[in-house]
């Protein structure tokens, strides 16, 4: 399964969009892109995937670029509770690794 | 909707002594998995099975011994607990039926003195 590459940490006003990108430039045509956050403390939380098209659900919305090397997770109005560990992965439906790595971290800022 | 429960939530244990972590899930997923979260490494895939009786190896399975002889149970043992063992274990389980979507549980803190 293909490796993500994510920014260590970022910042966020609350309120404002959150936009956190991912890179995984080696992905092939069968992997999805998949979006985790993890709360201090807490297991990962699911928040949406992709394939090629841009998704949303009542989490967030996910952008993919149409060569399919990176993606972006949008949390249109950041709360302080969205502070947490974003993992971006991805993961074939025939694959069982799924691998996480560094994450993200996203701190809301009041 | 219970989902997936993990117990104990907390655990300390001696060095060389076997602790059993317990894993249950509610909604009949075939695949079930154990990872580690170590400070500094993020979550390392331990064992993971593709139904009852089917178990597979992971990144890090050293150490530990798996089974699985129902669908919605996935304990992991460790048969003796070293100090490096001490870690946050979550459990978590896949569904096919909504994309591939994989649940965890809360995790079992366990301290190895």
């Known amino acids: 399964d293909a490796k993500t590459t994510q920014p260590p940490s970022m910042d966020c006003a609350e309120g404002r969009a959150a936009n956190l990108p991912c890179n995984h430039s080696t992905i092939s045509g069968n992997e999805y892109v998949y979006w985790y956050r993890q709360i201090h403390s807490q297991g990962p939380q699911y928040i949406i995937h992709g394939l090629k098209n841009n998704e949303t659900n009542e989490m967030a919305s996910l952008i993919i670029t149409e060569d399919r090397k990176s993606s972006t997770l949008i949390l249109p109005h950041a709360t302080l509770r969205d502070t947490a560990v974003y993992y971006c992965i991805v993961l074939s439906l025939q694959g069982n690794m799924l691998t996480f790595g560094g994450g993200t971290r996203l701190m809301v800022k009041p | 909707d219970a989902g997936i429960t993990q117990s104990p939530r907390y655990k300390i244990t001696e060095t060389g002594r076997q602790v059993t972590l317990m894993c249950h899930q509610t909604w009949s997923h075939s695949y079930m998995f154990w990872y580690r979260q170590d400070l500094g490494h993020g979550l390392r895939l331990i064992y993971y099975?593709?139904?009852?009786?089917?178990?597979d190896k992971g990144e890090v399975p050293d150490g530990y011994v798996v089974s699985r002889s129902k669908t919605e149970n996935f304990p992991l043992t460790l048969e003796s607990a070293t100090r490096s063992q001490t870690s946050v274990y979550f459990c978590?389980?896949?569904?096919?039926?909504?994309?591939?979507?994989?649940?965890f549980g809360e995790g079992s803190w366990l301290t190895v003195v």
């Open positions: 978590a389980s896949r569904d096919r039926a909504s994309g591939n979507t994989i649940y």
């Open positions: 099975s593709a139904a009852a009786d089917i178990t």
